[in-house]
């Protein structure tokens, strides 16, 4: 196959016949597209649309410590330790909804909010996207956890974190990246150079 | 909230007194299951199962490169530029996945396989796992896409795809998270060295 030049886009190249709405509760909905595929064929594809937009929020402390929550995820039946994440209500800012999950969550307030990545997290099967801030200069409140979420908290050193995303132990999709955007950030000067230096100057494995 | 211990886990707090399918097609299922939740309601509980478990594989050559493949991606309505991915089948190694999915798409072939991530994709909502392999030693065969695949193919190096995820521009979950991870590789020599070096030497921007 010839090379493109460098994110040359093409256009759409799907038909849509018609759209039925095949599934729907609180939490997403599932919209069945009748199309013509690029090449021809007549199908459907069936997309799933969750209702808010994901968001995560990674809190690390002046120490070089991260807050990490952890749940049992009943979708996979597994414990699963990871930032503070919600969703966004349609309208309702990404960066509102990090605030409120960082409080709720942890009881921390972050005096700085840094945009780390926008991601989209299961582009073959539906259209959730997420936005995920770093959370820096934390105080602490009050943790007003929702009625349905049972959580544990606790503060690690950000290089066992990140040897706990390099060993497949935290393997939310969001942490993951985030940890390792926050590492990147780290070692090329986009963060505060005592901040980096207390994040990969602490725990045992070298990062 | 009290603080745990490091990476304490919880049993299972959901007690499941029904399953129904509620939804499927050939790429995934909804399971609607009646709960009472941890804190004890009563309620609906629906779980997105699809039927593959994810694969990536970030093709990097010997000059530091990535090739990336473009297609539009229709649950977003929006073109995008990941690393090859596709499905293993129930049974399938995700290595196998990996070596047909860089071999059709790209028409590489890797002599080296590195495991990189473990993730699941969507937590709260869904079942689906990832597996991420990094694939070195690269030699040039013949792409061969599936018919319903319009892909696009790029090199592209690897600090210029760096940027491109910190811009926001790459925003599939399991090509930002293996661009990521494999930067941290690069530089804490978990990659060998001279490809460590190319990776971080291409490109205007400093990585």
């Known amino acids: 196959m010839a090379m493109s030049e460098p994110w040359e886009e ?22 069945t597209h009748a199309v013509l595929h690029p090449h021809g064929a007549e199908g459907d594809y ?40 919600g969703g966004a209500d349609p309208g309702e800012p990404p960066l509102a909804c ?15 909010y840094l945009p ?10 539906s259209d959730e996207t997420a936005t995920i801030y770093l959370a820096l200069d934390l105080t602490l409140g009050e943790a007003k956890p929702e009625p349905t979420e049972v959580l544990k ?16 132990y935290i393997r939310d ?3 993951v990246a985030a940890i390792l955007r926050a590492h990147h950030m780290a070692v090329t000067g986009l963060l505060p150079a005592p901040l ?7 725990g045992q494995g070298g990062i």
């Open 173 to 175: 999709s969001m942490t």
């Open 10 to 31: 093409d256009s759409d190249p799907w038909i849509v016949k018609s759209v039925t709405r095949t599934f729907e509760n609180a939490w997403f909905v599932v919209d």
């Open 46 to 85: 069936s997309v799933i649309r969750p209702r808010r937009h994901a968001v995560g929020v990674l809190p690390i402390d002046a120490e070089g410590y991260v807050h990490l929550v952890g749940q049992w995820r009943f979708p996979l039946g597994r414990y699963s330790w990871e930032m503070p994440e």
């Open 98 to 112: 990090a605030r409120r999950e960082l409080e709720e969550e942890t009881g921390l307030k972050a005096g700085t």
């Open 116 to 125: 780390m990545l926008e991601m989209d997290l299961s582009n073959s099967l």
């Open 153 to 168: 908290r606790n503060r690690v050193p950000f290089a066992d974190v990140v040897e706990k995303v390099a060993a497949g």
């Open 196 to 202: 980096a230096s207390a994040m990969l100057g602490h």
